[in-house]
């Protein structure tokens, strides 16, 4: 498999990320434009922004738990040349299941629907790894 394709799936979830984070820069200041959230009461972190906000930041932190795992596996899989088609192909399904997780987080955040999401997204990446583990160790 070529870098480039290999690698996209990765692009578009940093995309992801980079969208969330500037959805929650936004909802942050318009929480604190309209006076909903005023700067006392979040300078020393605490927890009082907005609902909308509060749910965007969230959603945000999410990006930075179970997707590092995936970076991990194409950061190895790439140099060790097991980058294949079956890398790429759930690449894209983990990428579509993260997708579909921060849809539901940032809309209805419907949490049962989300867990779902969370979870096939999961069991993708739990096969990407066994995949790749059985690739390493049986060649």
């Given at each position: ?33 309209s006076g ?27 990006q ?8 991990v596996?194409i ?13 790429v192909?759930?690449s ?19 949490v ?8 096939a ?11 790749f583990?059985?690739r390493?160790?049986?060649?």
């Amino acid at each position: 498999m070529s870098v480039q394709m290999v690698l996209l799936p990765v692009f578009v979830l940093i995309g992801l990320a980079f969208a969330l984070l500037l959805g929650m820069a936004v909802a942050r200041t318009r929480s604190l434009r309209s006076g909903e959230t005023r700067f006392k009461d979040i300078a020393l972190r605490e927890p009082n922004w907005s609902l909308r906000a509060t749910q965007i930041a969230n959603c945000f932190s999410n990006q930075f738990e179970v997707p590092v795992l995936f970076y991990v596996l194409i950061a190895l899989a790439l140099p060790l040349r097991h980058a294949d088609l079956v890398i790429v192909v759930l690449s894209w399904v983990f990428v579509f299941t993260r997708f579909v997780h921060a849809g539901i987080f940032v809309t209805s955040n419907n949490v049962p629907r989300r867990g779902m999401a969370w979870f096939a997204g999961v069991v993708v990446l739990m096969a990407m790894w066994i995949y790749f583990a059985l690739r390493i160790l049986l060649v």
